[in-house]
């Protein structure tokens, strides 16, 4: 897959089948627009074309009130498109001065002149340009003039899907990553890099990786334990179970959360060293203990658990 940042080389793209969207978390309805984009591309012996936006408008057109967080690091979502097999993918700055072109401008002096679209693949609700103007009626309007062809994703192969990146949100802010995968055609990931801790887990035998994730954009699911799988630096992959929180039988700060990965029949340093973590089960809601001999005997019980669950 190639990256664009901006428009220079456009021309080596044949005949562009294009699509527009933010696309956070490239869930199954995301997919299923690569699908038909790749098959119209084939068709006319073109490539398939993403029209992607950084950052994402919500976060440039409301920046004191957006309290937007993504499914999808920039880095992750290309990752995964490229995984999905598109061909394309033009990440356009979104400044305010952009997001004042109208629907006519963003048509003629993007995608016609700098980029000869030859087909564009929309869904039936997609507006775009200022104050929403441009739609699928408006394209059918301008396209004869323009020489390209719109294509309409019609409503009920969208709704068969029945997903949408806000409802993944969602579900991981309600701590439910079963159906946050299920959406997503795989499991939720976070990638940090592994800082000091207090060492407390070590003491109670459950030594832990705590994980700076370095990006303050990207969600954070709900407090709690997870049984989790672990890519190390080597691409090799472990099991283990990770806690999203506070810590409250440890720690007097509630405002503060953390990251850690305890990771199952494993020893070896990993300070300074970056891990993805995919999140498999919630196995429960983190809880506060009397002391630190009931919070590791949960610790026994959990790791139980994620056993189980892995193993199953």
């Known amino acids: 897959m190639r990256i664009f940042q901006d428009f220079d080389r456009l021309e080596t793209i044949p005949n562009p089948v294009l699509t527009i969207g933010t696309f956070d978390g490239v869930h199954l309805g995301h997919q299923k627009i690569i699908n038909q984009l790749n098959e119209e591309a084939e068709s006319v012996d073109g490539e398939s074309v993403l029209f992607s936006f950084y950052p994402h408008p919500r976060m440039v057109l409301y920046p004191d009130s957006h309290g937007l967080k993504l ?39 993007f995608l016609v002149n700098k980029l000869h679209v030859r087909k564009l693949v929309i869904g039936y609700d997609h507006q775009f340009g200022r104050n929403r103007e441009g739609g699928i009626d408006f394209l059918r309007d301008v396209c004869d003039t323009y020489g390209f062809e719109v294509i309409e994703i019609a409503a009920k192969e969208i709704d068969d899907v029945n997903v949408s990146s806000t409802k993944i949100r969602n579900a991981l802010k309600e701590g439910d990553v079963a159906l946050a995968n299920m959406y997503l055609g795989e499991p939720f990931q976070m990638t940090g890099k592994v800082i000091q801790g207090n060492k407390i887990g070590r003491d109670l035998g459950f030594p832990t990786a705590n994980l700076d994730l370095e990006n303050d954009i990207k969600l954070v699911p709900a407090d709690g334990v997870y049984a989790v799988r672990i890519q190390m630096d080597d691409d090799s992959y472990k099991t283990g179970m990770m806690n999203i929180g506070t810590r409250p039988t440890i720690e007097s700060d509630t405002e503060n959360r953390s990251l850690e990965v305890h990771i199952l029949d494993f020893e070896g340093d990993l300070y300074g060293k970056y891990l993805t973590v995919q999140l498999l089960h919630r196995v429960r809601e983190e809880l506060k203990f009397g002391d630190l001999d009931a919070l590791q005997t949960q610790l026994k019980n959990d790791e139980t658990t994620v056993r189980n669950l892995l193993n199953a």
């Open 71 to 109: 499914i999808q690091t920039q880095a992750e979502k290309m990752d995964k498109l490229r995984r999905c097999g598109l061909q394309n993918a033009i990440i356009h700055p979104f400044t305010p001065e952009f997001s004042r072109l109208t629907a006519i401008e963003f048509v003629r002096d």
